[in-house]
Nanobody
């Protein structure tokens, strides 16, 4: 079992930045892929980005490409989502997810991830 806990959400002005954290426990994530998703009010959960733990390779949704960076800290078993130039449309609950995987594909669908955190709210004020 993998437990995931997100933190770092909050209220920020448009154009500002936030760094979300996802701390994992229960397993070392050396053979996992980690994903970030978000769900805005009244909308379906959508993919934000993903990182392969094995080589730190990343892949992003077009809507956040160039504004978001995902990174990891092996020692802390934690993955981060750095978000810059935030817009009101980025307002959502942000979730991290994990799935055991040692291949080369990027996982962009909810159904591909087994473990999920509880989410952290990000609100961007205009």
């Amino acid at each position: 079992q993998v437990q995931l806990v997100e933190s770092g959400g909050g209220l920020v002005q448009a154009g500002g930045s936030l760094r979300l954290s996802c701390a994992a426990s229960g397993r070392t994530l050396s053979s996992y892929v980690m994903g970030w998703f978000r769900q805005a009010p009244g909308k379906e959960r959508e993919f934000v980005g993903t990182i392969r733990w094995s080589d730190s390779s990343t892949y992003y949704a077009e809507s956040v490409k160039g504004r978001c960076t995902i990174s990891r800290d092996n020692a802390k078993n934690t993955v981060y989502l750095q978000m810059n130039s935030l817009k009101p449309v980025d307002t959502a609950v942000y979730y991290c997810a994990a799935q055991w995987y040692s291949g080369s594909y990027y996982f962009t669908k909810e159904s591909q991830y087994r473990y999920w955190g509880q989410g952290t709210q990000v609100t961007v004020a205009s």
